[in-house]
């Protein structure tokens, strides 16, 4: 709009300066055209621009035997579009970019909905993209009434041909949210992994009062980039949550596809920016889960194996980690059937990176013979089986 508007200007001004000029001459019009062209030329340098053809005008153009007035002037017009040119956008990014508040529908976020609230600020903003708008960052703490005491979301919208950033953030009083939002033009910046917001915040409306409820939590605060990702962490409270409710997800269930969603609960206090220090409760909730297919290979084989045996999950979780070094006062542990040993942060490093040594011999396209070995932790410290391709299956479990 702005350039059909500004160049519906020039040619307007270009002919009126035609039709006052002093003498007749040839090609005067294309003249003129020439000269306000000449005047809007700009040089950019690093998203500086700068009125080169007017400069160009000034040092080599001032001494304009026929027709001079009209000449100047359409030279000057062109100063006046490059201006316009520079001005108008600057003024609209700022008005657009303007910081805005928006009251909240609900302060309670187990009375309220995410996703409506989302809705009025894209109604307030006049946010014209209804799809596509996706979710980088998501933090609330509440109370134990389930009171707001912070919400931040940060969200990229990657229309063409602008990529816009917005920042939501609850206003001191807890009645409203503070929103900013940033414009770029589109190619400066790659296409994003992350979800849809409005996918994930009807998932995160599915979090209910019951499924927080613990009378010793003064606080909770949940967190989340939106992304749906790879999930296999073992051995934490991890749950599903779904319009079924909350579920617990088992350790045979991983690996999954989710969004997840850091759950902190803490009995003690927050500060004035809504931040817990220390997390007394730790829960993973998983949204949207589908269960992860894994194409079996050799690569593939122990992890298809976890799934299907206990006991290989068991023992692989009792040698990684914590079960097998630890580190204290600055001193570095790693343990051997009941026995201490003090090692080098090297070894120690290497110890965690590099075992369980894992030896995998294919025999044919549907059978893998596996030994798993880490001569760390409590024995046995050698784990072997075969793995068929046919459903899969574990046969032959032996620990030595």
């Given at each position: ?5 500004l160049?519906m200007f020039?040619?307007?001004a270009?002919?009126i ?5 002093d ?13 306000t062209i ?6 950019e340098i690093n998203?500086v ?6 400069v ?6 001032r ?25 108008i956008?600057?003024?609209a990014?700022?008005?657009y970019?303007r910081?805005r ?7 309670n976020?187990?009375?309220g ?11 307030e903003?006049?946010?014209?993209n ?29 229309s063409?041909p602008?990529t ?7 206003s001191?009083d ?13 190619e400066?910046w790659r296409?994003?992994?992350h979800?849809?917001?409005d996918?994930?915040?009807t998932q ?5 009062e ?16 939106g992304?749906r990702?790879?999930?296999?962490v073992?051995?934490r ?7 079924a ?7 045979s269930?991983l690996p ?6 850091d759950?902190?609960?803490?009995d003690g206090?927050?500060d004035?920016h809504g931040?817990i220090?220390?997390c007394?409760k730790n829960e993973?909730?998983?949204?949207d ?6 194409e079996?290979n050799?690569g593939t084989v ?17 040698h ?5 070094g630890s580190e ?19 070894e ?6 590099e075992?369980?040594?894992v ?8 059978k ?5 070995e ?5 024995a046995p410290h ?6 068929i391709?046919?459903g899969?299956e574990?046969?032959g479990?032996?620990?030595?």
């Amino acid at each position: 709009m702005m350039e059909l508007f500004l160049f519906m200007f020039s040619i307007t001004a270009v002919i009126i300066l035609y039709r006052k000029s002093d003498k007749e001459e040839p090609y005067l019009f294309l003249k003129l055209l020439g000269y306000t062209i000449l005047g809007a030329f700009m040089l950019e340098i690093n998203s500086v621009k700068l009125p080169l053809g007017f400069v160009v005008f000034l040092l080599f153009f001032r001494d304009i035997p026929t027709n001079a007035w009209g000449k100047k002037r359409a030279a000057y017009l062109g100063l006046a579009i490059f201006m316009l040119s520079v001005i108008i956008p600057f003024v609209a990014k700022e008005w657009y970019e303007r910081p805005r508040t928006v009251t909240l529908q609900q302060t309670n976020f187990y009375e309220g909905s995410l996703l409506e609230e989302w809705k009025n600020i894209k109604k307030e903003l006049d946010v014209q993209n209804v799809y596509g708008v996706k979710l980088t960052n998501f933090r609330v703490v509440i109370d134990k009434q389930g009171n707001y005491e912070r919400l931040d979301l940060s969200m990229i919208d990657e229309s063409h041909p602008y990529t816009v950033f917005y920042w939501i953030r609850l206003s001191e009083d807890g009645e409203a949210v503070k929103v900013k939002r940033s414009r770029y033009e589109a190619e400066q910046w790659r296409t994003s992994p992350h979800t849809e917001v409005d996918f994930v915040l009807t998932q995160f409306d599915l979090i209910t009062e019951s499924m927080l409820k613990d009378d010793r939590m003064n606080y909770y605060e949940l967190n989340s980039d939106g992304q749906r990702m790879g999930y296999a962490v073992r051995d934490r409270e991890n749950f599903r949550v779904d319009t079924a409710g909350k579920k617990e997800l088992q350790n045979s269930e991983l690996p999954v596809d989710g969004i997840v969603v850091d759950v902190c609960g803490t009995d003690g206090a927050i500060d004035e920016h809504g931040t817990i220090f220390e997390c007394d409760k730790n829960e993973h909730y998983l949204f949207d889960v589908m269960e992860r297919e894994v194409e079996l290979n050799s690569g593939t084989v122990l992890e298809a194996a976890r799934k299907i045996s206990p006991q290989i999950d068991q023992w692989l979780t009792e040698h990684v980690g914590e079960y097998i070094g630890s580190e204290k006062d600055g001193e570095f542990i790693l343990r051997m059937d009941g026995k201490e040993k003090p090692v080098s942060e090297q070894e120690y490093i290497k110890a965690l990176k590099e075992t369980p040594v894992v030896e995998v011999k294919e025999e044919g396209e549907n059978k893998w013979n596996v030994k798993v070995e880490n001569p760390y932790g409590e024995a046995p410290h050698v784990m072997e089986f075969e793995l068929i391709r046919e459903g899969p299956e574990v046969l032959g479990l032996q620990f030595r």
